[in-house]
T-cell receptor, first 115, second 118 residues
């Protein structure tokens, strides 16, 4: 158990809908990262937050948004869902400044299925 | 261009065999970090090791060992005397200091599925 929690574990929804994925980092970790794992794209970095501020953006669609709250938990919002958004979404956290040398510890993931 | 290449898509071995998972990376940064993660059938990603670009010393942890060679841009992972519990997908990942703007963005390889048969 990495100490990173993600809810829900599974999510099934329809095209066009909006969902929110939630992540709680390990106690004391200030950085939160979101990744998408799909069969065709593999594991892709989406976005990073550090202590409430956006730190880095990757291949995140405009339909997706995220935020990190004062208690350091983070939410990833996915809207206007398409079939291709079906994937496993991981949250990770790290202790320090969120730099390249920080070890990221991953949560169990949220499996999103868009029908 | 793929920055992290794991050319072996799937490997199948019999228990107690040694197996090496290859990882080749590409970067222009002088400071970077390499990672290995394990994804067992249950789906979570488990951290195994981190190595920085200035430390080419090989590392051993129990049955696991890692060989980092800057000259060939490789960071290979060897499991000695494999066990059925080692069956998983293994990912190599790169984190670049300069190119990422000093952020924690991880670039993953496509993963190698290891099946260890009893």
């Amino acid at each position: 158990d990495s100490g990173v929690t993600q809810t829900p574990k599974h999510l099934i929804t329809a095209t066009g809908q909006r969902v929110t994925l939630r992540c709680s980092p390990r106690s004391g970790d200030l950085s939160v990262y979101w990744y998408q794992q799909s069969l065709d794209q593999g594991l892709q970095f989406l976005i990073q937050y550090y202590n409430g501020e956006e730190r880095a953006k990757g291949n995140i669609l405009e339909r997706f948004s995220a935020q990190q709250f004062p208690d350091l938990h983070s939410e990833l919002n996915l809207s206007s869902l398409e079939l291709g958004d079906s994937a496993l979404y991981f949250c990770a956290s790290s202790l320090r400044g969120g730099g390249p040398g920080d070890t990221q510890y991953f949560g169990p993931g949220t499996r999103l299925t868009v029908l | 261009a793929q920055k992290v290449t794991q050319a072996q898509t799937e490997i199948s071995v019999v228990e107690k065999e040694d197996v090496t998972l290859d990882c080749v990376y590409e970067t222009r940064d002088t400071t970077y970090y390499l990672f290995w993660y394990k994804q067992p059938p249950s789906g979570e990603l488990v951290f195994l090791i981190r190595r920085n670009s200035f430390d080419e010393q090989n590392e051993i942890s129990g049955r696991y060992s890692w060989n980092f060679q800057k000259s060939t841009s490789s960071f290979n992972f060897t499991i000695t005397a494999s066990q059925v519990v080692d069956s998983a997908v293994y990912f190599c990942a790169l984190s670049e200091a300069q190119s990422s703007g000093n952020t924690g963005k991880l670039i993953f390889g496509q993963g190698t599925t290891l099946q260890v048969k009893p």
